[in-house]
């Protein structure tokens, strides 16, 4: 029984991180190649984020389960509580990501396509890029932690 709750709780932490490098590396490179306007590339984004979010949480809901489970089963050790902490780390991003950049990207976007102004646009424009930036900073920091929660899953 061991070996199969390990072995589900490192292809549970290799599947968040395949599904968080598809994200950043495929949809989001492919939404840029796209031609559309921004505020529309912003929107599909954002359908997508929300559904990546019901199928992200449930994997990351069971990868938790399946580590604490994993200590249960072959010992808690040092290598599994930096895990946790980088799971309550990865759980932090998500929430954020999803709370605030998702929703204040959308609403950035929504405006900047009813500016009164071109003015009023472009600086609507640069607030949504800035955000977008550190939004992306905020995605590669989160797969370098999941990777790492992948590298301790595999060394528990």
Known sequence: MSALVHTLHVLLAGVWLGSVAF??????PALEAMKW???????????IGRQFARVGIVNLVLLLLFAV??????????LLYV?????????????????????RLVDLAEAE?????????????????ALQRLSLRVSHLNLL???AVVALAVNA
């Open 145 to 147: 932690i999941s990777a």
């Open 113 to 129: 396509k009813r500016a009164g102004s071109d003015g009023e646009a472009r600086a609507l424009a640069e607030r949504r890029r």
């Open 23 to 28: 994200t950043t590396f495929v949809v989001s």
């Open 69 to 78: 489970l994993d200590g249960f089963s072959r010992g808690f050790g040092p």
């Open 83 to 103: 895990e946790y902490a980088l799971l309550v780390l990865v759980f932090g991003f998500v929430a954020v990501h999803g709370a605030y950049f998702g929703r």
């Open 37 to 47: 306007s921004e505020p529309e590339r912003v929107a599909a984004r954002s359908v």
